[in-house]
């Protein structure tokens, strides 16, 4: 099982960046995918999350600015970010769920950070 993320980078505070996780070794669509942020210093913390039929959910301080998704067919979930924020730096691992036996695999994690 791998889980490859891409897409980070440093940008200025308002600026967007979007992030991919290409899974490989799972039957996607079983799969809940997720977003965590790791701040530096702090616990890693949920952002995002979409099953397999679409139903999403976001930690509060990223609603209206983050958007996930998911393309079943390419195996890729994806976080596209707007607004940046400088709170918003850390490292982002994508986490994959399976909805019947709740087996979980992460990526390596991709840095993202904002600077003011």
């Known amino acids: 099982v791998q889980l490859q993320a891409s897409g980070g980078g440093s940008v200025q505070a308002g600026g967007s960046l979007r992030l991919s996780c290409a899974a490989s070794?799972?039957?996607?669509?079983?799969?809940?995918m997720k977003w965590y942020r790791q701040a530096p210093g702090k616990q890693r913390e949920l952002v995002a999350s979409i099953s397999s039929s679409g139903f999403i959910r976001y930690e509060d301080s990223v609603k209206g600015r983050n958007t996930i998704s998911r393309d079943n067919a390419k195996n890729t979930v994806y976080l596209q970010m707007y607004s940046l924020k400088p709170e918003d730096t850390g490292v982002y691992f994508c986490?994959?769920?399976?909805?019947?036996?709740?087996?979980?695999?992460w990526g390596q994690g991709t840095q993202v950070t904002v600077s003011s």
């Open positions: 986490n994959a769920v399976n909805k019947w036996d709740g087996r979980n695999f």
């Open positions: 070794g799972i039957s996607f669509d079983e799969y809940v």
